[in-house]
C-alpha cells in the first residue's frame, strides 16, 4: 500500500539555520503530496501541496518540491524562527475523487533563540 | 471560517466501556475522516465518509465503529474501549466537490485526549 517515510523524528536547531526535513513516497500512480503542521494542543493545519513533478509548493518561507525520480518532497526554509517550532507531516493523497490522505510519522522541530 | 468542532476535549473511559466521540463541521464538506495519532505512529486513518449515511474501513478500523447521520456530524465509537486505545482523536473533513487534490487540503479539529483506564 501507500507509504510515506519521514527519516528525522526530531530536529533541533538554532533561529536563522537552514531546515530540511526529509521526505520519500510510495505510491501506486501519481498522488499529490502535502505538508502539513501542528503545532502544540492543536490539531494538524495544511501548509501547502503539489501535484505534478517538479512542482514546487510553498508556503510561510517553507517549500518543497514533488521530485518523482526519487520519489521525495523534501520541507525547506532557509531561516528558521522560533515560532516555527511543531511536528512538520509529510502526506500523500491518491485514489482519484475521494483520496485519502496517508500521513508519515512526523517530525518534531524544536527551535532555539 | 470553516471549522471542525470535536468533543469532548478529554475523556478518561474505563475498560470495556463505551465511548463516543463527537465532531461537528460547518464547512458543508462531504468528507470527514478519523485518524488517531500516537507517538512513533504519526497519523493513521480509522474511518472515513463520503457523505451522510455512508462510512468505510479505514487502515487501522478494528475495535473502532462510526456513525454519519448527517452531512455535518460523524462520531467514532468504541463499543468495549480497551487500554491499547488510549490516545488523541483527530476528526478532518474535506471538500470533495472541489476535486481530488483540492479535497485533500483537510480541516482538522483540535483533537480528543482519550485515556482508557
Known amino acids: 500500500g501507500d507509504s510515506v517515510t519521514q527519516t528525522e523524528g526530531q530536529v533541533a536547531l538554532s533561529e536563522e539555520d537552514f531546515l530540511t526535513i526529509h521526505c520519500n513516497y510510495s505510491?501506486?500512480?501519481?498522488?499529490?503530496l502535502f505538508w502539513y503542521v501542528q503545532y502544540p494542543g492543536e490539531g494538524p493545519q495544511f501548509l501547502f501541496r503539489?501535484?505534478?513533478?517538479?512542482e514546487k509548493g510553498s508556503s510561510r518561507g517553507f517549500e518543497a518540491t514533488y521530485d518523482k525520480g526519487t520519489t521525495s518532497f523534501h520541507l525547506r526554509k532557509a531561516s528558521v524562527q522560533e515560532s516555527d517550532s511543531a511536528v512538520y507531516y509529510c502526506?500523500?493523497?491518491?485514489?482519484?475523487?475521494?483520496?485519502?490522505?496517508?500521513f508519515g510519522k512526523g517530525t518534531k522541530l524544536s527551535v532555539k533563540s | 471560517e470553516a471549522a471542525v468542532t470535536q468533543s469532548p476535549r478529554n475523556k478518561v473511559a474505563v475498560t470495556g466501556g463505551k465511548v463516543t466521540l463527537s465532531c461537528n463541521q460547518t464547512?458543508?464538506?462531504?468528507?470527514m475522516y478519523w485518524y488517531r495519532q500516537d507517538t512513533g505512529h504519526g497519523l493513521r486513518l480509522i474511518h472515513y465518509?463520503?457523505?451522510?449515511?455512508?462510512?468505510e474501513k479505514g487502515d487501522i478500523p478494528d475495535g473502532y465503529k462510526a456513525s454519519r447521520p448527517s452531512q455535518e456530524n460523524f462520531s467514532l465509537i468504541l463499543e468495549l474501549a480497551t487500554p491499547s486505545q488510549t490516545s488523541v482523536y483527530f476528526c478532518?473533513?474535506?471538500?470533495?466537490?472541489?476535486?481530488?487534490?483540492?479535497?485533500?487540503?483537510?480541516?482538522f479539529g483540535s483533537g480528543t485526549r482519550l485515556l482508557v483506564i
Open positions: 478532518a473533513s474535506g471538500d470533495a466537490s472541489r476535486g481530488p487534490v483540492a479535497n485533500s487540503d483537510y480541516t
Open positions: 465518509s463520503y457523505g451522510a449515511g455512508s462510512t
Open positions: 502526506a500523500l493523497g491518491a485514489g482519484g475523487s475521494n483520496a485519502k490522505l496517508t
Open positions: 464547512n458543508n464538506h462531504n468528507n
Open positions: 505510491a501506486s500512480g501519481y498522488p499529490a
Open positions: 503539489a501535484s505534478r513533478d517538479k
